[in-house]
């Protein structure tokens, strides 16, 4: 089974510009949580999208946004990029009922975005 | 809400000595906890999980962790380090509802000394 696909890994971006991230997960698995990953402030998270909704959303401004596709694949968006931004992204998918499981997280290897 | 503690930045041991990591939590009711590794430029990896059951978890490579309820602790243990099991150890815990929010510890570097 492929595992939890992050495209790209690696971006370059200036202040102000804006990113879309992009998250395929292990195939059947329908939820999909994103988190942000900094030296400073370690793991946070970010959101969690279950069957195209999004079920929970961690402390971030309003800036970075996030979808759920039909077929569980999830992208999310920062506008109006910070320097602060930089940061691994990590996606990670988990084999979910629609009340939460047992399962562990499966994470993907990252997206690290550079703002410049 | 749900956290972690790692009290330690950084673990060294010799290779071939016991290895601990230690972890301690708070959720609201029961927990599910988890224990990562993350290699450098690489995404988290799990190591294992405890939900339910006996208090000791095996899990990949070697690697146990104990659950204590009354000290809400979850420590990652390994009998014999080795060179390659130095990486960065994540500590994560969930409430046993409702959706996958993991809170994650800040992470112990784990150094194995040849």
């Known amino acids: 089974k492929a595992g939890v696909t992050q495209t790209p890994r690696y971006l370059i971006k200036t202040r102000g510009q804006q990113v879309t991230l992009s998250c395929s997960p292990i195939?059947?698995?329908?939820?999909v949580s994103w988190y942000q990953q900094t030296p400073g402030q370690g793991l946070q998270f970010l959101f969690e999208?279950?069957?195209?909704?999004?079920?929970n959303k961690g402390n971030f401004p309003g800036r970075f946004s996030g979808r759920q596709f039909s077929n569980s694949r999830s992208e999310m968006n920062v506008s109006t990029l910070e320097l602060g931004d930089s940061a691994l992204y990590l996606c990670a998918s988990s084999n979910d009922l629609n009340r939460g499981s047992t399962g562990e997280l499966f994470f993907g290897e990252g997206s690290r975005l550079t703002v410049l | 809400a749900q956290s972690v503690a790692q009290p330690e930045d950084q673990v060294k041991v010799a290779e071939g000595n016991p290895l601990t990591v230690k972890c301690t939590y708070s959720?609201?009711?029961?927990?599910?906890l988890f224990w990562y590794v993350q290699y450098p430029n690489r995404g988290l990896q799990f190591l294992l999980k405890?939900?339910?059951?006996?208090?000791l978890v095996k899990g990949s490579y070697g690697f146990e962790a104990e659950f204590n309820k009354s000290q809400t602790s979850f420590h990652l243990k390994k009998p014999s380090a080795l060179v390659s099991d130095s990486a960065l150890y994540f500590c994560?815990?969930?409430?046993?509802?409702?959706?996958?929010?993991?809170?994650f510890g800040k992470g112990n570097q784990v150094v194995v000394i040849p």
């Open positions: 195939s059947g698995h329908r939820s």
């Open positions: 959720v609201s009711g029961n927990p599910y």
């Open positions: 994560a815990v969930r409430r046993s509802y409702g959706n996958n929010r993991l809170a």
């Open positions: 405890y939900i339910t059951g006996d208090n």
């Open positions: 999208y279950f069957s195209e909704t999004q079920r």
